[in-house]
């Protein structure tokens, strides 16, 4: 009598499953373009929406990055952000990019990207980079420093939690 009881409710539950759908939803807009415009329509991600009808393919650009910053400072790097404040394209799309140029010695003082992941590429010269896990699955590898040397053609990737 037990087995015909699972039986049957393994069946009853294979008949409802069918009913049940999954899916990735398409997003509710292909974009949002940033603009200071108190009186815009929509409001999104702390940007106002640009009208869709007023965007320029300029509004996805970003010039500059080809270009050395000046690393003539007490850290002796620069910090070239690409982000919605410059590509107001970007605006929900949760990307932003940077180029930091380092004078010999220099550095990129410690600093946190809560819940983002940082890739890092080296086009000349050598770059020690390290990260510092803060929350971790396992309680015993809280504050482990990771570190590695990265010369040109090689990538790093790290997590920042």
């Known amino acids: 009598m037990k087995m015909a009881f699972l039986f049957l409710n393994a069946i009853l539950i294979a008949s ?6 999954a899916s990735d939803p398409s997003p509710l807009q292909d974009f949002c373009v940033a603009v200071n ?3 815009a329509a929509v409001f999104v991600n702390g940007k106002i929406c640009k009208n869709p009808n007023k965007v320029v393919a300029e509004d996805f650009f970003f010039s500059g990055l080809n270009k050395a910053g000046n690393t003539s400072n007490a850290v002796g790097s620069r910090v070239t952000a690409v982000n919605v404040n410059q590509i107001a394209g970007l605006n929900t799309l949760g990307i932003s990019l940077v180029r930091i140029d380092y004078a010999p010695y220099g550095l990129n ?16 010269g050598t770059l020690y980079v390290g990260f510092v896990t803060s929350n971790p699955a396992n309680p015993n590898l809280k504050n482990k420093l990771f570190t590695k040397y990265l010369y040109p053609e090689t990538y790093s990737c790290s997590q920042k939690v």
């Open 16 to 21: 409802l499953a069918t009913f049940a759908y």
């Open 37 to 39: 415009d108190a009186d």
């Open 109 to 124: 003082p410690p600093h946190t990207h809560p819940r983002a992941t940082e890739i890092l590429v080296v086009i000349e």
